[in-house]
Protein backbone atom coordinates (compact mmCIF):
# COMPACT_ATOMS: atom_id res chain seq x y z
CA UNK A 1 0.00 0.00 0.00
CA UNK A 2 1.09 3.12 -0.86
CA UNK A 3 -0.66 5.35 0.89
CA UNK A 4 -4.09 6.75 2.18
CA UNK A 5 -6.18 9.87 2.38
CA UNK A 6 -9.23 11.01 3.89
CA UNK A 7 -11.76 13.65 1.75
CA UNK A 8 -14.17 15.72 3.11
CA UNK A 9 -17.34 15.63 2.79
CA UNK A 10 -18.02 16.49 -0.78
CA UNK A 11 -21.32 17.43 -3.01
CA UNK A 12 -22.13 15.68 -5.72
CA UNK A 13 -21.18 18.08 -8.11
CA UNK A 14 -18.00 18.73 -6.06
CA UNK A 15 -14.61 17.59 -6.94
CA UNK A 16 -11.41 17.11 -4.94
CA UNK A 17 -7.85 16.47 -6.25
CA UNK A 18 -5.18 15.08 -4.15
CA UNK A 19 -1.37 13.91 -5.05
CA UNK A 20 0.72 11.01 -3.57
CA UNK A 21 4.38 10.27 -4.36
CA UNK A 22 6.40 7.00 -3.65
CA UNK A 23 9.38 5.36 -4.62
CA UNK A 24 9.68 2.94 -8.05
CA UNK A 25 13.24 1.69 -7.20
CA UNK A 26 12.91 -1.91 -7.46
CA UNK A 27 10.17 -1.78 -9.26
CA UNK A 28 11.25 -2.71 -12.97
CA UNK A 29 9.29 -3.73 -15.85
CA UNK A 30 5.41 -3.79 -15.93
CA UNK A 31 3.57 -2.54 -12.69
CA UNK A 32 -0.22 -1.85 -11.93
CA UNK A 33 -1.31 0.92 -9.48
CA UNK A 34 -4.88 0.27 -8.13
CA UNK A 35 -7.11 2.92 -6.63
CA UNK A 36 -9.65 1.80 -4.38
CA UNK A 37 -12.93 4.63 -3.01
CA UNK A 38 -14.75 3.63 -0.06
CA UNK A 39 -16.72 5.31 2.88
CA UNK A 40 -15.72 3.82 6.02
CA UNK A 41 -19.11 2.67 7.73
CA UNK A 42 -21.00 2.79 4.83
CA UNK A 43 -21.72 -0.45 2.95
CA UNK A 44 -22.16 -0.03 -0.94
CA UNK A 45 -24.42 -2.54 -2.88
CA UNK A 46 -22.21 -1.35 -6.21
CA UNK A 47 -18.51 -1.03 -5.97
CA UNK A 48 -17.04 -2.03 -9.16
CA UNK A 49 -16.67 1.72 -9.83
CA UNK A 50 -15.20 2.59 -6.62
CA UNK A 51 -11.90 0.97 -7.68
CA UNK A 52 -9.45 2.63 -10.84
CA UNK A 53 -6.67 0.78 -12.23
CA UNK A 54 -4.00 1.67 -14.41
CA UNK A 55 -0.74 -0.30 -15.52
CA UNK A 56 2.90 1.33 -16.03
CA UNK A 57 6.02 0.62 -16.94
CA UNK A 58 9.52 1.27 -16.11
CA UNK A 59 12.22 1.20 -17.98
CA UNK A 60 15.71 -0.10 -16.26
CA UNK A 61 18.72 2.52 -16.29
CA UNK A 62 21.13 1.05 -18.60
CA UNK A 63 23.27 3.97 -19.72
CA UNK A 64 26.67 3.76 -18.05
CA UNK A 65 27.97 6.73 -16.05
CA UNK A 66 30.15 8.86 -17.52
CA UNK A 67 33.64 9.95 -15.75
CA UNK A 68 36.80 12.28 -16.34
CA UNK A 69 40.08 12.13 -14.76
CA UNK A 70 42.46 15.41 -14.36
CA UNK A 71 46.24 14.75 -13.09
CA UNK A 72 46.90 18.45 -12.23
CA UNK A 73 44.76 20.06 -14.00
CA UNK A 74 45.41 18.03 -17.34
CA UNK A 75 43.76 15.34 -18.86
CA UNK A 76 45.57 12.23 -20.17
CA UNK A 77 44.33 9.77 -22.71
CA UNK A 78 43.82 6.18 -21.39
CA UNK A 79 46.49 3.81 -21.62
CA UNK A 80 45.27 0.50 -20.56
CA UNK A 81 48.56 -1.47 -21.15
CA UNK A 82 51.04 -1.88 -18.16
CA UNK A 83 54.34 0.10 -18.88
CA UNK A 84 56.63 -1.45 -20.96
CA UNK A 85 59.30 0.96 -20.00
CA UNK A 86 59.14 2.88 -17.04
CA UNK A 87 61.33 5.49 -18.40
CA UNK A 88 59.06 6.33 -21.44
CA UNK A 89 59.25 9.89 -22.67
CA UNK A 90 55.94 10.21 -23.26
CA UNK A 91 54.36 9.43 -19.78
CA UNK A 92 54.35 12.95 -18.36
CA UNK A 93 55.76 14.45 -15.22
CA UNK A 94 53.36 15.45 -12.28
CA UNK A 95 54.67 16.95 -8.88
CA UNK A 96 55.67 14.90 -6.23
CA UNK A 97 51.80 15.53 -4.52
CA UNK A 98 49.49 15.61 -7.47
CA UNK A 99 45.88 17.11 -7.66
CA UNK A 100 43.81 14.03 -8.73
CA UNK A 101 40.89 14.88 -9.99
CA UNK A 102 37.34 12.02 -10.85
CA UNK A 103 34.47 13.68 -11.85
CA UNK A 104 31.60 11.42 -12.31
CA UNK A 105 28.22 12.18 -13.48
CA UNK A 106 24.97 10.18 -14.26
CA UNK A 107 22.05 10.63 -16.41
CA UNK A 108 19.85 9.23 -13.55
CA UNK A 109 17.70 11.36 -11.89
CA UNK A 110 16.43 9.27 -8.83
CA UNK A 111 19.70 6.58 -8.62
CA UNK A 112 21.96 9.25 -7.70
CA UNK A 113 25.74 9.23 -6.93
CA UNK A 114 25.72 9.42 -3.07
CA UNK A 115 27.80 7.03 -1.72
CA UNK A 116 31.55 5.02 -2.94
CA UNK A 117 30.23 1.54 -3.17
CA UNK A 118 30.82 1.29 -7.07
CA UNK A 119 34.01 3.48 -7.13
CA UNK A 120 37.37 1.80 -6.75
CA UNK A 121 40.50 3.94 -7.25
CA UNK A 122 44.08 1.76 -7.51
CA UNK A 123 47.38 3.30 -7.39
CA UNK A 124 50.75 0.55 -8.35
CA UNK A 125 48.14 -2.26 -8.16
CA UNK A 126 47.19 -1.20 -4.82
CA UNK A 127 43.17 -0.53 -3.90
CA UNK A 128 43.05 2.90 -2.29
CA UNK A 129 40.40 2.60 0.74
CA UNK A 130 38.10 6.20 0.87
CA UNK A 131 39.25 6.20 4.35
CA UNK A 132 42.20 7.05 2.93
CA UNK A 133 43.80 10.90 4.66
CA UNK A 134 44.55 11.57 1.04
CA UNK A 135 41.29 10.64 -0.33
CA UNK A 136 38.00 12.70 -0.54
CA UNK A 137 34.27 12.03 -1.91
CA UNK A 138 31.65 14.91 -2.60
CA UNK A 139 28.77 13.37 -3.06
CA UNK A 140 26.09 14.29 -5.94
CA UNK A 141 23.34 16.45 -4.86
CA UNK A 142 19.20 16.47 -5.93
CA UNK A 143 20.12 19.50 -8.02
CA UNK A 144 22.89 17.57 -10.90
CA UNK A 145 23.56 14.12 -10.19
CA UNK A 146 27.51 14.48 -10.50
CA UNK A 147 30.01 13.24 -7.53
CA UNK A 148 33.69 14.30 -7.11
CA UNK A 149 36.66 12.53 -5.85
CA UNK A 150 40.30 14.38 -4.61
CA UNK A 151 43.20 12.64 -4.16
CA UNK A 152 46.60 13.90 -3.29
CA UNK A 153 49.07 10.75 -2.87
CA UNK A 154 52.49 11.67 -1.55
CA UNK A 155 54.68 10.16 -4.28
CA UNK A 156 57.80 12.09 -2.86
CA UNK A 157 59.65 8.59 -1.80
CA UNK A 158 61.30 7.76 -5.13
CA UNK A 159 61.98 8.83 -8.94
CA UNK A 160 59.80 6.29 -10.44
CA UNK A 161 56.54 5.99 -12.66
CA UNK A 162 53.51 5.44 -10.83
CA UNK A 163 50.12 4.09 -12.81
CA UNK A 164 46.48 5.09 -11.70
CA UNK A 165 43.53 2.97 -12.79
CA UNK A 166 39.92 4.10 -12.32
CA UNK A 167 36.70 2.31 -12.36
CA UNK A 168 33.20 3.58 -11.83
CA UNK A 169 29.89 2.00 -11.58
CA UNK A 170 26.50 3.45 -11.33
CA UNK A 171 23.99 3.17 -8.48
CA UNK A 172 22.00 0.90 -11.21
CA UNK A 173 25.05 -1.58 -11.71
CA UNK A 174 25.81 0.09 -14.72
CA UNK A 175 29.94 -0.11 -15.39
CA UNK A 176 31.39 3.16 -17.71
CA UNK A 177 35.21 1.70 -19.43
CA UNK A 178 37.68 1.54 -17.31
CA UNK A 179 40.91 4.34 -17.19
CA UNK A 180 44.59 4.13 -16.68
CA UNK A 181 47.29 6.74 -16.71
CA UNK A 182 50.76 6.21 -16.33
CA UNK A 183 52.80 9.24 -15.03
CA UNK A 184 56.10 9.87 -13.65
CA UNK A 185 57.85 11.65 -10.39
CA UNK A 186 61.09 13.55 -10.13
CA UNK A 187 62.41 15.07 -7.20
CA UNK A 188 65.27 16.92 -8.51
CA UNK A 189 64.39 20.40 -10.43
CA UNK A 190 64.97 20.22 -14.64
CA UNK A 191 63.83 22.04 -17.43
CA UNK A 192 63.77 19.72 -20.45
CA UNK A 193 63.48 20.60 -24.38
CA UNK A 194 62.64 23.94 -24.27
CA UNK A 195 62.61 25.19 -28.04
CA UNK A 196 60.65 27.76 -30.13
CA UNK A 197 58.22 26.29 -32.56
CA UNK A 198 57.77 27.18 -35.77
CA UNK A 199 61.45 28.56 -36.17
CA UNK A 200 61.98 30.12 -38.45
CA UNK A 201 58.99 31.94 -37.35
CA UNK A 202 56.94 35.42 -39.27
CA UNK A 203 54.60 36.69 -36.77
CA UNK A 204 54.82 34.29 -33.51
CA UNK A 205 56.54 31.29 -32.32
CA UNK A 206 56.06 29.09 -29.10
CA UNK A 207 58.60 28.19 -26.59
CA UNK A 208 57.29 24.88 -24.86
CA UNK A 209 59.33 23.07 -22.00
CA UNK A 210 59.27 20.43 -19.62
CA UNK A 211 59.57 20.91 -16.21
CA UNK A 212 60.69 18.47 -13.74
CA UNK A 213 60.67 18.30 -10.09
CA UNK A 214 58.53 17.75 -7.06
CA UNK A 215 56.78 21.10 -6.63
CA UNK A 216 57.15 24.38 -8.92
CA UNK A 217 57.91 25.55 -5.88
CA UNK A 218 61.09 24.90 -5.41
CA UNK A 219 62.22 27.06 -8.54
CA UNK A 220 63.63 30.31 -7.52
CA UNK A 221 64.06 32.12 -10.95
CA UNK A 222 63.32 31.05 -14.72
CA UNK A 223 63.86 33.66 -17.07
CA UNK A 224 64.00 33.62 -20.30
CA UNK A 225 65.98 35.83 -22.44
CA UNK A 226 65.96 36.73 -26.02
CA UNK A 227 68.97 39.01 -27.84
CA UNK A 228 70.09 40.49 -31.29
CA UNK A 229 73.01 38.12 -32.63
CA UNK A 230 75.60 41.46 -31.38
CA UNK A 231 74.10 40.54 -27.76
CA UNK A 232 72.18 43.40 -26.94
CA UNK A 233 68.49 42.20 -25.06
CA UNK A 234 65.29 42.45 -27.08
CA UNK A 235 62.72 40.38 -24.73
CA UNK A 236 62.94 39.42 -21.24
CA UNK A 237 60.11 36.71 -19.98
CA UNK A 238 60.27 36.38 -15.79
CA UNK A 239 58.17 33.19 -15.59
CA UNK A 240 58.07 33.63 -11.70
CA UNK A 241 57.18 37.02 -11.70
CA UNK A 242 54.56 37.35 -14.57
CA UNK A 243 53.34 33.51 -14.45
CA UNK A 244 50.59 34.92 -16.45
CA UNK A 245 52.51 34.68 -19.27
CA UNK A 246 52.06 30.84 -19.54
CA UNK A 247 49.37 29.02 -21.29
CA UNK A 248 47.66 28.34 -17.54
CA UNK A 249 48.58 31.35 -15.56
CA UNK A 250 50.75 29.19 -13.62
CA UNK A 251 54.47 27.32 -13.98
CA UNK A 252 53.52 23.32 -13.21
CA UNK A 253 55.80 20.24 -13.64
CA UNK A 254 55.87 18.44 -16.89
CA UNK A 255 54.57 20.65 -20.29
CA UNK A 256 54.54 24.43 -20.26
CA UNK A 257 53.84 27.06 -22.88
CA UNK A 258 55.10 30.60 -23.12
CA UNK A 259 53.90 32.89 -26.71
CA UNK A 260 56.15 35.42 -28.32
CA UNK A 261 54.70 37.62 -31.04
CA UNK A 262 57.94 38.78 -31.97
CA UNK A 263 57.66 42.20 -30.09
CA UNK A 264 60.60 43.63 -28.15
CA UNK A 265 60.31 45.41 -24.85
CA UNK A 266 58.88 48.75 -26.37
CA UNK A 267 56.04 46.64 -28.16
CA UNK A 268 57.92 46.99 -31.65
CA UNK A 269 57.84 44.32 -33.89
CA UNK A 270 61.68 42.97 -34.32
CA UNK A 271 63.16 43.23 -37.74
CA UNK A 272 63.67 40.06 -39.84
CA UNK A 273 67.36 38.16 -38.51
CA UNK A 274 68.84 35.73 -36.29
CA UNK A 275 68.07 36.07 -32.96
CA UNK A 276 69.56 33.99 -30.19
CA UNK A 277 67.87 33.04 -26.78
CA UNK A 278 69.00 32.10 -23.25
CA UNK A 279 67.08 30.31 -20.47
CA UNK A 280 68.10 31.08 -16.67
CA UNK A 281 67.07 28.48 -14.09
CA UNK A 282 68.10 28.83 -10.34
CA UNK A 283 66.97 26.31 -7.85
CA UNK A 284 67.81 24.88 -4.71
CA UNK A 285 70.49 27.62 -4.92
CA UNK A 286 71.89 26.10 -7.43
CA UNK A 287 72.13 27.46 -11.17
CA UNK A 288 70.96 24.77 -13.09
CA UNK A 289 72.12 24.00 -17.15
CA UNK A 290 68.76 23.72 -19.41
CA UNK A 291 68.52 22.24 -22.74
CA UNK A 292 71.29 19.49 -21.91
CA UNK A 293 73.65 22.24 -21.40
CA UNK A 294 73.60 24.27 -24.17
CA UNK A 295 73.51 27.75 -23.10
CA UNK A 296 72.76 29.54 -26.33
CA UNK A 297 70.23 28.78 -29.00
CA UNK A 298 68.77 30.31 -32.11
CA UNK A 299 65.77 31.88 -33.52
CA UNK A 300 65.08 33.20 -36.83
CA UNK A 301 62.58 35.94 -38.01
CA UNK A 302 61.18 36.12 -41.32
CA UNK A 303 59.18 38.98 -42.44
Not at 184 to 190: D, F, I
Not at 263 to 287: F, I
Amino acid sequence: RVGTDTLSSLRADASRTFTRSFSTDGLRGKNGLKITLSQPGLSEPITFNNVLFRSFYIRADQTPPSFQVFVEGRQYPNDPLPPANVQDPTFPFVSARPLIEIEIEDNSDYLLLTDTTGFALHLDGQRVPFAHPDLSFEPATAQRNRARIVFVPDLAERDTTHTLSVEITDAAGNEAEPYQVHFRVQSSVQVESLYPYPNPMSSFTTFAFQLRGADPSLVEDLRLRIFTINGSLVRQFDLLRDPGLLDGGALRIGWNKLHWDTRDEDGDLVGSGVYLYKVYLRADNKTLDTNNGASVERLVVIR
